[in-house]
């Protein structure tokens, strides 16, 4: 029979053993970019994901009205992921400026709610943060 301690142990491995996998970490960053939360106006609610559909559905019809860096970056930051995904071995150099290009909208998302005082807006910013701070450790611990 296994001690508590040792399975403890043999989990946190497993844990650690996903964790340096640098593809999973990518597929996290990406998940993690779509459920950021924004909230604003009387009662006016949207996760990134939905917003990020909306954004898409225009692109199609009217390409000029979706120009703004706070749209076009992270979708070419999120787009970076995916070929990293694809990819046989990632580009550290195309990791590096995907993150850095949603990390524009994820650091706003997070200083506003800390600033405006929205828990549920700055709590939505931190997986992304975290894996993102994870891939960065990745690659420069390489």
């Known amino acids: 029979m296994l001690k508590p301690s040792s399975t403890k142990n043999n989990v946190l491995k497993e844990v650690g053993l996903v964790l340096k996998n640098s593809k999973i970490v990518t597929l996290l960053i990406l998940f993690s970019s779509l459920i950021g939360y924004l909230e604003w106006g009387d009662g006016n609610t949207l996760f990134l994901f939905e917003a990020e559909a909306q954004v898409l559905a225009k692109l199609v019809r ?12 992270p979708l070419m ?3 970076g992921l995916l070929i990293n995904l694809i990819q046989k071995r990632p580009n550290k150099v195309l990791s590096i400026s995907s993150i850095l290009c949603l990390s524009l909208l994820f650091g706003l998302l997070f200083s506003i709610g800390i600033i405006a005082l929205k828990p549920k807006i700055w709590a ?6 975290l894996f993102s701070s994870l891939r960065m450790w990745q690659i420069f611990r390489m």
Do not use: A, N
């Open 77 to 79: 930051g999120q787009l």
């Open 62 to 73: 009217s390409p000029l009205e979706t120009l703004h860096p706070l749209t076009i970056l």
């Open 124 to 129: 939505s910013s931190l997986p992304f943060i």
